[in-house]
């Protein structure tokens, strides 16, 4: 086995406005199973990094315990990392956040680290609407311990031991949804052409932006029977569209009629071009995307594609006044005003 | 674009950049493997079967394969492939024993074999296994041609060429040394079934200037003074000497001048210093031996005074184009440069020259004075008589001349046998996975970073006191290992099962070199514009698979593959695997 990846690149490979190639954004060779659905996760958020020129270190990539949320170590090497434990990535992702608005966060987790141990923690990030990217590596089972049954397995799912699962799953984006999260995604790792995008919008986006993603386990659950195998997924998928991010100073498209386009514009000054969108599709619009999501549902099929975007949304930052610097660089006085700063404050309280 | 045809045994062929640019195709990562493992005589059978002169081409091949290496396209050196040639015959054990048995009972048949340069030896060492009688004729008093007559001893020393000219004339060959062949006809009288004419380019062109005639004794032809040299008949030469032209010859004489009392010695151009002919490693081995090089000086005249050479006269001059591109050296209007010298050497070209071949026997030639001899077969306008080495197309090199003489002994051999000459055998292929587990390959498949290693020189006053010291040392042992290491395997190839892929995508996120790209099918050069990394050179191949289940293909671009094996080893199908492709030329005798 090799644990090295050589030092070679192609000598070809496009810069960045850094003057970065991709080798700059990678992490070390991956150590998941060969054809993991997780490596091309992996492998697309290294090339949306790149495309959107962030400094490696300018990034913080946080992360539970699983399969899943082994992958920092495998792409953003250069940037700053947190491996926190099983379900609690939100959390040290909220402090993290608060203490340094600076930095892009890249959180990801699995299925079972989100859907089971880190429900109440997922749930909450959202409510909050912490200006993140929480990547759910969705292979509808616990990959790391051997493959049991997630609580995102879809019922009548079968197993690579045979045994088929008796529960309803959770529609992880469609509770997203429902918790009023402002950006929320669902792609498969099989596609990067829709998931590079979708990771450069949920990046630009300023508030909580959810991407489910599925990402089959090909050692426990790619087996005929399962609904979350390469096979089956892509049987099954359908897309609202395709999506791109475009930079600033793009030509903008207007027209917002179905089979055209529309770019639709972020906070950070890049737009969202989506394509095609179906006629009944709009990404505004909470309650169309939950149906939507719902009568695929009841079709058999996956929905993917940029479900709905807030972009004038009021992130945790804003919404509890913190500081806009980041604490580090705050000096002696400003982090200690002084007693009679305490004492105005003591008054008030009395 | 189509599926690409891996059963064309061209197509795994053409991956192996070195075995491919090698004129005989030698096999060379498999060599390079064995001399990695100490296993110095495998390493040199291998390439004796190939090239015939191993220790002769490891010290002074023109090695084509260098600039085609892989290695050269991902860093900034291809692996001193040349230079590993030599550790495999510097180090081997006794050979004899795997050389070809001769057969006790001969075939009948008897071959003619006209000057016993590289060629000829090549086409002995095919045919006399096979029974052949072999008459090996030369107007020198050993064998090895101009490997002998023009290539110095300080780069190519006599023990060496000794041995392995040594192995071919012990297979029972018939040598006519020191007989000029002054008739073709005579020897075509004497009725051998065949006659291979390996003669060489043997004529050194003049230089007509004013002054050249009085100058006389003190002018020499670059190549008649070098063989007069080996041959021991010149022993000096003048403190100042000019050299003129730019190419190896060029090199060779300024080199030994220096070893025989010059010492001013300056080679003169006519055209700019990077346009000279010369490899650039002779180059700098003569500018290493204190030689200056002078660009753009044209020779004018040979000035004689007393009855003695002085010097000559040059024309400064530049390079300009004209309207059409077309490139000419014009005066920068300078008066004209005076250069001493004692002796001048003209070493401005090689000809061929057939004054012994009769209009009678057939042998047609062109306007140039060249002979009709077909590319592939080597026959001549007379089909008995066939012609090989520098003789058949012009002056080349050593590799080249062996490569000639393995097909000349084919076609030889199939006349002789009543075949048509059209009905060659195809080459000997095999393909075989080194899988030896899971994530276990039999080939080292890690990438090394090592940059080149520069092989040691003899201490420069010693050298330039001993025109026979030879003065490359060689690599040490552990030296050549770390070089072996640099190779990257490219003969064991990426080979791509389309029904087993998945489409995952693992082999496309691992492979450093981004040369795998799975998208829709389209012409090539659209094709090449869409790949994960932009496929700019169109002389490597792309491997293109059938349509897979998403409508796809998998494309690969052969060009910065590392063959590190890691597409194969992250495919979860095994749709990827190492497999070693051998390929060897066919020969009359392997
Ligand atoms: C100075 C110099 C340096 C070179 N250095 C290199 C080098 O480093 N590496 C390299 O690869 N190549 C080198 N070459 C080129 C290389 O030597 C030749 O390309 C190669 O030897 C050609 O081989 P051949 O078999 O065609 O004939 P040759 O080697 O030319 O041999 C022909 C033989 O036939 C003899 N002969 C010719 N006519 C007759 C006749 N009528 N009767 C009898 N005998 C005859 C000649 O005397 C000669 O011995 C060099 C050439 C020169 C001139
Ligand atoms: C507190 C705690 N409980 C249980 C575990 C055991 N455990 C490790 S990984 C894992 C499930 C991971 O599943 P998922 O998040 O879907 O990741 P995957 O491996 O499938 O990518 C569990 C239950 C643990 N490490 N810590
Ligand atoms: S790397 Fe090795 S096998 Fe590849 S071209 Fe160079 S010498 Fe040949
Ligand atoms: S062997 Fe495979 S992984 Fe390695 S460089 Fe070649 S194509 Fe890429
Ligand atoms: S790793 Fe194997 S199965 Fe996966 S895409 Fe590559 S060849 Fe196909
Ligand atoms: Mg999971």
Redesign the pocket.
Known sequence: MTYIRPKFRHPDLPKNDLGYTTKEYEGSLSTLCAGCG?DSISASIIEACFELSIPPHRIAKLS??????KTPTYFLGNSHGFNS??GRMPSVATGANMANRDLTYIGV??????AS?GMGQFVHVIRRNLNMVYIV?N?G?????KGQD?ATADEGSKSKAGSVNPFQPIDLAGLALELGASFVAQSFSGDKEQLIPLIKAAISHQGFAFINVISP?VTFNNNPGSTKSYDYVREHIESTGKTDLVPEKTEILTSYESGTGTDVKMHDGTYIRLEKLAANRNPFDRMGAMNALQAARNRNEILTGLLFVETETENLHHTINSSERPLNSLLQEELCPGSLVLADINDELR | MKPTDTSNPEYFHKVVDCQYACPAHTPVPEYIRLIAAGKYTEAYMVNWESNVFPGILGRTCDRPCEPACRRGRIEEEPVAICRLKRVAADNKDDVKAFMPAIPSQMNGKRVALIGAGPASLTVARDLAPLGYEIHLYDEHEAGGGMMRSQIPSFRLPTEVLNEEVGYILDMGIHTHFKTYVSSLNEILEKGYDAVFVGTGAPRGRNLDLPGREEAGKNVHIGIEWLASVAFEHTHKIGKKVIVLGGGNTAMDCCRTSRRLGGEQVKVVVRSPFSEMKASPWEIEDAMHEDIPILENHVPKSFVVKDGSLKGMFFEKVMVEYDDSGKRKLVPVGEPDVFIEADDVLVAIGQQNSFPWIEKETGVNFDEWGMPFVDRATHQSSNKKVFFGGDSAFGPKNVITAVAHGHQAAISIDLYCQGTALTERPAPFTNLVSKKMGIHEWSYDNDVVNDQRFIVPLAEKKAALSDRKLEVELGFDIATAVKEAHRCLNCDVQTVFEKDKCIECDACVDICPTSCITFTLNGEEEDLRSRLKAPAFNITQDLYVSDTLATKRVMVKDEDVCLHCGLCAERCPTSAWDMQQYLYKVTKACH
């Open positions: 997780h539970g315990i699983g399969c899943s949320s434990v099983h987790s699995g299925d079972g680290d989100t141990i590596m292979n089972c616990y990959g790391l311990t997630s386990c």
